[in-house]
């Protein structure tokens, strides 16, 4: 523990000489934005060549040497930034009409970062990360080798229907706890960089998080946040420690929590697969059924994913079993989570290791889906990858150009949305931490039913690591997330707003009126059974869907769906919809249900629920 310790030293030299170069530099506030800041001797680290390897990690430290000859990052530095990313944005979104491309529409300041967000049954947003250790964008403000109290989490809720001031957000503050990190001091827990999926009941399972040593030690938290209460209750520490883990709701509706870096941090993998709440506990389905100080349980199979494979996309397919795909080409395996089995599928055929990058489940109709499409993670390759559930991979059609840290969606009317992205972790074009960005990697891409792509309107800021977006129940998109963007353009550094959220409304937004769904059950729903709903323009009415609410992070999403139901009879205005035939289709939880017309406009979704 000593060696930690020492290690902060240097930290404290870093914002010592900066703070003077910043003094002198003032002037200069043009140059600032150009490479990270971070200082060090002219040697590279030994833990960096550990984990990295000894050109990577030279790379590192010539990025630290660089940024000490430039000093911080001002305040003119932002303002300066933010708006010249308006004044583009404005100037390549008029070239894309609204009703063929869609629009961003509103930009507003946020409470917290968004490393990791949720869309809640209460039609309430989930929004948590970490409590910043730095306001210049180009040093990692992130806690991860930070001990006791300012390695602390937080998390906020926003109220679509409240606006977008202040006012919308509540701090929803985690529970405090004394992580095993040497100091015995309480925090707000450090789940940033844990993994999460949905309950049954509503409910967000969050797992994982940071212990601030070790490049990224794994916590052994078990978090349930109650979107009813708006409350976190804590449960029994997992068997492992989990940083940069992946979670899976199963079609009976307990979580499988896979992969993730150990208590012991430096890349240390761990392949135990443990299961939320564990077999000896009931799944809760009911609102009030909060889980508290309950354990997991391990499975008799095990995930070797390894470090090579961080956050592996986890989905649940329609045969029943998890597919867990692996970053790196050859790791990609099936999981029968009732025979506790591991199937092993062909390797991908791009043969590389893929960085954090979109995978999305497609959509198959009145069924639950039977393929997954991989793109993104790899900044030199546009092609698009399909698995299908019997295990072969099938190149589809490229997006326009390779992008990583891209967050792809599903949206009502079955075509996909990327949103999003970089060149790298922390490169958006020209250089690591260097705010400045390639436009392109500002412009949306969709993906319609024929499985072709195009490019649409720029979003205000370049979001790379740490980004993430939301489908909300109105059909707008909620875009968020990457800390260092929203550092290096916040134009009031000083007040608690250093996060920003953009809408953009897809094209079906400007088609003309929407259906509307009046009324749908509030009760649970049976699988293959016929349920009512009520709408007052039952002619316009040609299709339902169930759309999944997501919880994403890293470019990882494994609660994304979409289902259709077949209109079983039309009787003025209701209409008797068709359920779908299982758990495998759609696992138990809460969907969001849309009405469409014949051009795909969707309603408003009302929120509904199986099991």
């Known amino acids: 523990m000593s060696r930690i310790k020492r290690r902060s030293t240097p930290r404290a030299a870093r914002r010592a000489a900066r703070r003077a170069a910043v003094s002198v530099l003032a002037a200069t506030a043009a140059l600032v934005t150009a490479v990270p800041a971070s200082a060090h001797d002219g040697s590279a680290r030994p833990e960096e060549k550990a984990a990295l390897g000894a050109e990577h990690a030279q790379e590192h430290t010539k990025v630290r040497e660089q940024i000490l000859k430039l000093g911080g990052y001002s305040q003119l530095a932002r303002i300066d930034s933010l708006n010249s990313l308006t004044r583009s944005q404005a100037d390549v979104n008029a070239r894309f009409h609204p009703k063929a491309f869609g629009q961003f529409a509103e930009y507003f300041q946020s409470p917290d970062f968004a490393a990791h967000i949720a869309m809640l049954p209460t039609g309430k947003v989930l929004l948590f990360s970490f409590e910043r250790m730095e306001t210049d964008p180009t040093e990692e403000p992130a806690p991860t ?168 996309h986890l989905f649940t397919l329609r045969d029943g079993k998890v597919y867990g795909l692996g970053r790196h080409a050859t790791k990609q395996w099936a999981f029968d989570p009732v025979a506790e089995t591991r199937t092993d599928l062909p390797a991908r055929p791009d043969g590389v290791h893929r960085g954090y990058g979109s995978a999305v489940a497609l959509p198959a109709g009145l069924r639950g889906p039977d393929s997954v499409l991989v793109l993104g993670g790899d900044r030199d390759d546009p092609n698009t990858y399909r698995l299908t559930s019997g295990g072969a991979w099938e190149k589809q059609q490229p997006r326009a150009f390779g992008r990583t840290q891209d967050d792809t969606l599903l949206l009502p009317d079955a075509s996909l949305l990327t949103v999003n992205g970089a060149y790298g972790i922390r490169d958006y074009g020209n250089g690591d931490y260097n705010p400045k960005s390639d436009l392109k990697y500002r412009q949306i891409e969709t993906r319609n ?9 720029a979003q205000r800021l370049p979001r790379g690591y740490h980004s993430n977006a939301v489908v909300l129940p109105d059909g707008r998109i909620m875009v968020t997330g990457d800390e260092l963007q929203q550092l290096a353009n916040d134009p009031k550094i000083d007040d608690d707003m250093n ?37 007052s323009t039952p002619d316009q009415v040609k299709k339902a869907v169930l759309l999944a609410p997501t919880t994403a992070t890293h470019s990882l999403n494994t609660s994304q769906r979409h289902v259709e139901l077949g209109i079983v009879k039309r009787q003025g205005n209701s209409l008797r919809l068709q359920a779908p035939p299982s758990a495998n289709d759609v696992p138990p939880g809460y969907y969001m249900l849309f009405l469409l017309d014949e051009n795909g406009v969707p309603s408003a979704a009302k929120w509904v629920s199986f099991r």
């Open 145 to 312: 080798n930070t001990l006791g109290k300012a390695n602390a989490g937080r998390a906020f809720l926003w109220d679509p229907r409240r606006g977008t001031g202040a006012a919308a957000f509540k701090k929803v503050t985690p529970p405090e706890l004394v992580v095993p990190d040497g100091t015995g001091e309480k925090r707000p827990a450090p789940f940033f960089c844990a993994g999460h999926a949905f309950l049954p009941n509503g409910m967000v399972g969050v797992f994982g998080g940071n212990l601030g040593y070790g490049g990224g030690a794994g916590a052994k938290l078990s978090l349930v946040f109650d979107p009813w209460s708006e409350s976190w209750s804590v449960n029994k520490d997992m068997e492992v420690g989990r940083w940069y883990p992946s979670v899976a709701t199963a079609p009976d509706g307990r979580l499988l929590i896979m992969s993730g870096h150990t208590d012991q941090g430096w890349g240390t993998s761990t392949s135990v697969i443990e299961r939320f709440p564990a077999k000896s506990h009931p799944v809760p389905f009911e609102k009030t059924v909060i889980p508290k100080d309950v354990p997991t349980d391990t499975l008799r199979v095990d995930a070797p994913f390894g470090t090579d494979s961080d956050y592996p």
């Open 449 to 457: 039913a024929l499985g072709e792509w195009k490019l649409g309107p």
């Open 499 to 535: 996060g920003s959220i953009e809408i953009f409304e897809p094209a079906y937004l400007h088609q003309g009126s929407r259906p509307a769904l009046d009324r749908a059950p509030d009760g649970p729903l049976r699988y293959n059974t016929a349920f009512n709903v009520g709408t």
